[in-house]
């Protein structure tokens, strides 16, 4: 159970002494409280650090995810995964859409440039085994790429394998996969983290730069199931360049509260409502709402927080 310590704190106001139930936070020292008057009443709001906010990229949907390749971060695999990478951290390059890739761009190489070979091959399983233009393709594919196992690899392997080897298509095919993104998460957005007492993030190349405490590509962005339905719908009318732009808008979004968060910039929204009496001001009401990640969202919903809880303390009142 968490525990919200109050601490006595004083305020003047109009030359009378007002007791506040909370300890304002320290940027209140920069910062005005908000006074309003109405109906007999005064009612002050100030800003109380929150100690207890969740991580906002854990409790607020469309705000995304990140995935860090820190030792103790638990994440790898889901990073890994977002980067089409496998567990030792290289191209998965055994990836089902990655090898049809790869063995269309063998069949289309062995077609354009071994033609006749290709005849010379096609007609030789034609009498040795009786298999069709199209099996004698297949069964060269499956000797090339290694799938025929204790089996002698054929001459027509051999020649094109002089050409080009089976892990370069490979890996020329994963990089068309990731491109068009049909490995790992499409809407990646690599990122950086510069750590010096304190950690904050940014889309690589954009944020601090420092040669020693910042690691480029230390973590991903990726979308949540709500920002991945708004990227898809870009995609389909304007394109997954269009979408990737947007997705790193997104994690630019999400960065700030998260930096935000994991500095401590936290607040709660107090107001206090009171009446006069005699030189002192008595506390009649009170209200907080807490979880505000960011001071500037925080200031902007404090005359709006002093404005409704002032109005329903007259109506109390009334």
């Given at each position: ?143 090339f790429t ?154 902007e919903s404090?005359?709006?927080e002093v ?12």
């Amino acid at each position: 159970m968490n525990f919200r310590t109050r601490k006595v704190s004083e305020i003047d106001v109009d030359g009378l002494t007002a007791e506040l139930s909370f300890e304002p936070s320290c940027v209140m020292s920069y910062v005005e409280h908000k006074i309003e008057r109405q109906g007999g009443l005064i009612a002050v709001g100030y800003l109380v650090d929150d100690h207890d906010v969740e991580n906002p990229l854990d409790d607020c949907d469309g705000m995304g995810h990140i995935y860090s390749s820190h030792r103790h971060s638990g994440q790898h695999a889901r990073m890994q995964a977002a980067l089409g990478l496998d567990s030792d951290w290289q191209r998965d390059l055994s990836l089902r859409v990655v090898e049809r890739e790869a063995e269309s761009a063998l069949k289309e190489l062995v077609r354009s440039r071994f033609q006749v070979d290709l005849v010379a091959f096609i007609l030789e399983c034609a009498n040795k085994s009786g298999l069709s233009r199209d099996q004698a393709l297949e069964y060269f594919v499956g000797d090339f790429t290694g799938q025929l196992p204790y089996h002698r690899e054929s001459w027509l392997a051999e020649k094109v394998r002089e050409h080009i080897a089976w892990e370069s298509l490979l890996d020329k095919a994963w990089q068309l996969a990731r491109l068009s993104g049909q490995v790992g998460e499409p809407y990646t957005v690599m990122l950086d983290c510069y750590e010096h007492g304190g950690q904050v993030w940014s889309v690589t190349g954009l944020g601090q730069q420092c040669l020693f405490d910042t690691a480029r590509g230390a973590g991903v962005w990726v979308p949540d199931q709500c920002l991945r339905d708004e990227l898809d719908s870009i995609k389909e009318k304007g394109g997954l360049d269009a979408a990737r732009t947007k997705a790193v808008e997104f994690a630019r979004q999400a960065l700030e509260s998260y930096n935000a968060w994991l500095a401590g910039d936290c607040y709660g929204v107090a107001v206090d409502v009171f009446s006069a009496e005699g030189n002192c001001l008595k506390l009649i009401d009170e209200s907080a709402v807490w979880g505000h990640v960011g001071r500037k969202w925080a200031e902007e919903s404090l005359s709006e927080e002093v404005r409704a809880v002032l109005g329903n303390a007259v109506l109390k009142a009334a």
